[in-house]
Nanobody, 125 residues
């Protein structure tokens, strides 16, 4: 089993930045593909970003490309999402996910096996 705990969410003004962290338990974290998803009220959970096991390959949704950066520190069992130039459209609950079936960056939520509880990000205009 893997437990994921997100942190770093909060309220920020448009144009501001936040960095989300996701701390993972488990001895094989370095072998997992990791991803971030988000869900706005009344909407489905959407893909945001993903990273492969080594951190050398990343993948982003078009809506965040150039503004968000996913990274990982396998020594700390942690994955990060740096979010810059935030807009009110980025307001959502952000979820961290881990896949123990894949070590390459994955796009679909069904490819992930473990999920965090989510952290709220609210961007005011």
């Amino acid at each position: 089993q893997v437990q994921l705990v997100e942190s770093g969410g909060g309220l920020v003004q448009a144009g501001g930045s936040l960095r989300l962290s996701c701390a993972a338990s488990g001895r094989t974290f370095s072998g997992y593909a990791m991803g971030w998803f988000r869900q706005a009220p009344g909407k489905e959970r959407d893909f945001v970003a993903a990273i492969n096991w080594s951190g050398h390959s990343t993948y982003y949704a078009d809506s965040v490309k150039g503004r968000f950066t996913i990274s990982r520190d396998n020594a700390k069992n942690t994955v990060y999402l740096q979010m810059n130039s935030l807009t009110p459209e980025d307001t959502a609950v952000y979820y961290c996910a881990a896949s123990d079936r894949y070590n390459s960056a994955r796009y679909y939520s069904h490819e992930y096996d473990y999920w965090g509880q989510g952290t709220q990000v609210t961007v005011s205009s």
